[in-house]
């Protein structure tokens, strides 16, 4: 017998994937231990977890990967290879309509100039308190990409407008949105990337309450204190813009413990995510929905109400730490809507969480 660790490490699955297979039904051990929990699975099983793992890395869907499982075990070849035909016929034909796509996407971004989301060549100089530009980074720093494949996405926009310094990070799957006051900037909207390790070189010099001195010179950006500094270069590349992205529909709103609800995210029930975030690993997902009094409950396996909204929970309790507050405020709506955490003083601070769609 195999332990479910030997066989992650044989097969190419996870522990993780391989507890979601089993609770799926897909790959389930030939023998749990009814005191510990803990999965076994019989030498024959291996060729099965490696099958599994290469269907998975074909992106086929988990209903298919049933019937080729089926078909495996049942020695019979020909339904296999006609459903990993299909297969590849359905990625064939996406992969052409996506190609398509892309083309007319080309054409548009060549053809397109919108000055509120390029970067500026102006010079800008500005005051911003140490200590408001301090909380403005911490609130945004977890949401930033760290994708070799998005290197746009790796950075802070800084977006300078009037008496306003918003800071704005994004990965895709979360985005996250502060402000913070300035002073002797009256110029038009002005739009920076500093990237992750200058921005994070930028926090180590906030440690006052003084002002501080933020400028911008073409793709040159940098910020002194009394008597240090930190600068470099911009990110050469376009931010999303991301005011379109904030105009969510109109959700249900409820107040939490900040740390009583991180808790019970921590020790509650989760589900295992097939949506691939960034690596190849299924994400714990905790399934969220609204009560009628108000109260955000964290919902177990047999719920399936059809408002419960699935969100990845680490990155919701990085949501709720970088909110800095006793109390936030959740704001839900349909489940493919994204779940907003707002501060209670300060809606000009919040994130966002793209939902997460369960499988059936």
């Known amino acids: 017998m195999r332990s479910i660790g030997e066989m992650a490490r044989d097969s190419g699955l996870s522990v ?20 510990s929990g803990y999965r076994w699975y019989e030498p024959g099983q291996l060729e099965e977890a490696r099958l599994l793992a290469c269907l998975r890395r074909a992106g086929m869907p988990l209903a ?7 078909g495996w075990s ?19 034909r996406g992969l052409a309509e996506a190609r398509s796509e892309f083309s007319t996407l080309r054409t548009l971004i060549d053809h397109r100039e919108n000055p509120m989301t390029s970067l500026s060549t102006a010079t800008v100089q500005l005051s911003v308190p140490a200590s408001e530009l301090a909380a403005a980074l911490d609130s945004v720093r977890f949401a930033a990409s760290t994708d070799p494949e998005l290197p746009m996405l790796g950075g802070i926009l800084f977006d ?5 310094l918003h800071l704005v990070a994004t990965d895709r799957y979360r985005m996250a949105v502060a402000q913070a006051p300035t002073l002797g900037y009256g110029g038009p909207r002005t ?10 070189a930028m926090r180590a010099l906030l440690t006052g309450d003084e002002s501080v001195q933020v400028s911008v010179d073409g793709d040159r950006v940098r910020l002194e ?7 470099g270069q911009s990110l050469g ?8 992205l904030v105009h969510l529909p109109a959700g249900r709103r409820a107040r939490v413990d900040t740390s009583a609800f991180a808790e019970a995210l921590r020790t509650g029930p989760v589900r295992a995510s097939e949506t691939r975030e960034q690596d190849d690993e299924p994400r714990d997902l905790s ?21 419960n909204v699935a969100v990845n929970r680490e990155f919701l309790l990085h949501a709720l730490a970088a909110g800095a507050r006793d109390e936030l405020i959740l704001e839900l709506s349909a489940p493919t809507a994204p779940l907003a955490i707002r501060r209670i003083d300060d809606e000009l601070t919040f994130s966002i969480l793209m939902p997460v769609r369960l499988e059936n």
Not at 191 to 200: G, H, I, R, S, T
Not at 237 to 244: A, H, I, Q, T, W
Not at 287 to 297: A, F, P, S, W
């Open 64 to 70: 298919d990967i049933r019937l080729v499982l089926a």
């Open 191 to 200: 739009q920076v990337v500093v990237p992750l390790p200058l921005a994070d």
């Open 237 to 244: 590349s376009d931010f999303p813009d991301y005011r379109r």
């Open 287 to 307: 399934v969220l929905r609204v009560t009628e009094n108000g109260t955000v409950i964290v919902c177990d396996d047999g719920d399936d109400d059809q408002d």
């Open 225 to 231: 204190t009394a008597d240090r500094q930190a600068g």
């Open 16 to 35: 993780s994937a391989l507890r979601f297979y089993d609770n799926a039904g897909v790959l389930v051990p030939a023998w749990v231990d009814p005191v």
């Open 74 to 92: 049942n020695a019979d070849p020909d339904l296999v290879r006609g459903l990993l035909q299909a297969h590849l016929r359905r990625l064939e």
């Open 160 to 164: 300078i407008e009037g008496e306003h």
